[in-house]
């Protein structure tokens, strides 16, 4: 089954199965740090719960820019949050529009599995986020059980997996990100990197 199609088949359940991660979703997106007035770019936002979860930390000023490339999804997340902090954009995190750029922070959660060619993505992610700017890829489950509850789907989905931490470091390396967080749990994941400031004049 298509990517696109797996996802828009998934999206009326997906509330109710996410709502399961709740609690941990909450403790490792609670961890990264973030202004009042930051703007955030959401990929793979699915019906929304991470974008309440920013919406909720951020001031008037900030700004949530939320990505999918399901329809279903982003009509589900639609109806439910209606914010003048919040932009909905259906897009392949793969193929971005070039206007999408300046972010404080960059989130992939329960994403990058499912990704293509997640180096290169993350090349590409790295320069919209603007210096000291923060990449996040995170989980609401540990590496293991996610490679196998994917593996056990099955379709769309079935060989789709998280890397080890080095290979993710390298990435992060590559792509010009310092990472200063990684924390790899059986129940968690949360890799952090930073974009380096721009060298004094
Ligand atoms: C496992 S769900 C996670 C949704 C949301 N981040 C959450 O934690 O509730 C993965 C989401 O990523 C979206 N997705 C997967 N690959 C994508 C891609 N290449 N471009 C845009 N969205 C993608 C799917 O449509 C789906 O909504």
Known sequence: ???VAFFDEMAPRWDEISRLGEGRMLEVLGRVPLAPESRVLDLGCGT??????????LGPAGRVTAVDFSPRMLE?????????RLVCLRADVGALPESLKGFDLVVLFDLLPHLERPPEVLCDLSRRLIAGGQL?????VGREELNRVHHEKGGAVRTDRLPGDD?????????GLEVEELESTPHTFLLRGRKAQRAAP
């Open 48 to 57: 929304g719960r991470t974008v309440r979860h920013f919406l909720g930390r």
């Open 136 to 140: 996040v890829v995170a989980h609401d």
């Open 76 to 84: 589900i997340l639609e109806q439910s949050i209606r914010d003048p």
């Open 167 to 175: 290979l993710l470091k390298a990435w992060f390396r590559e792509a």
């Open 1 to 3: 089954m298509h990517r």
